[in-house]
């Protein structure tokens, strides 16, 4: 009888020892649970707040002109354009210089394997007669090109070459014309597109060359014409969305 008493008191303290174990482990299940639900509101809440935030928008450069549209962009800073003179080796693409300058650590002494950085002039009579007037509505030849670096409120911008109007969906942020340098020139020279409405600085006409701006024509061969036309000059949009 006392052997079989002992048993049970033994079976009743293991039991009571799980029993002890199982609280104990559904009590961190709990707080487990509770962590999570915490953790999922505030994924919760950062998906709606994702939903919600107006992201940076993006950047581009408008050649030829000294502000930005009046559609949601914004006006960075306005500048030069510039880059590697026409007949030298060296640097390709067009650049925006801000138009108003700070100085590190400087020498104003010539250095002999200094890569220089020239102004931009549009060089159109020696294509046209009237210097791009029929495409810009006045006489560009010669004229230092100004540039403005924008920032949309929409978070993606592509230039678009050969069209001058956006895909539906789309916002213009300006249209114009493809320009680049000359295949006969030294430089190399990336593409870019010139509004159609360009400015230039007040006195300015003088021919100094440095970076120039050629129209660019189509050429039918490896370029299916149609849709192109042989000769005809390339337009561009940049769109934002």
Not at 20 to 46: C, F, G, H, M, P
Not at 120 to 145: I, K, M, P, V
Not at 193 to 218: F, H, I, P, Q, T
Request: contains cysteine.
């Amino acid at each position: 009888m006392a052997a079989a008493i002992q048993t049970l008191t033994a079976r009743l303290e293991a039991i009571t020892t799980e029993m002890a174990q199982l609280t104990a482990q559904n009590q961190k299940l709990a707080a487990d649970v509770q962590t999570l639900n915490v953790q999922n509101s505030q994924l919760v809440s950062d998906v709606q707040t994702l939903k919600t935030t107006s992201f940076d928008g993006s950047v581009y450069t408008r050649w030829g002109r000294t502000t930005c549209p009046q559609n949601g962009s914004e006006l960075i800073y306005a500048g030069f354009s510039g880059g590697n003179a026409y007949n030298k080796n060296g640097a390709a693409d067009y650049i925006c210089l801000s138009g108003d300058p700070l100085w590190g650590v400087y020498d104003d002494s010539a250095q002999a394997y200094a890569l220089k950085i020239y102004g931009t002039e549009y060089e159109f009579s020696s294509q046209f007669s009237d210097g791009g007037a029929r495409f810009f509505g006045q006489n560009l030849h010669d004229h230092d090109a100004p540039c403005a670096v924008c920032r949309s409120s929409r978070p993606t911008t592509v230039m678009i070459p050969g069209r001058n109007q956006c895909y539906p969906g789309w916002t213009m942020e300006y249209a114009g014309y493809l320009v680049s340098g000359l295949d006969i020139h030294a430089a190399p020279t990336n593409y870019a597109c010139l509004d159609a409405n360009s400015e230039w600085e007040v006195g300015d006409g003088e021919s100094k060359d440095g970076k120039l701006m050629y129209l660019v024509e189509a050429a039918c061969g490896s370029l299916r014409c149609p849709p192109y036309v042989e000769n005809r000059e390339i337009t561009c949009v940049v769109c934002s969305k």
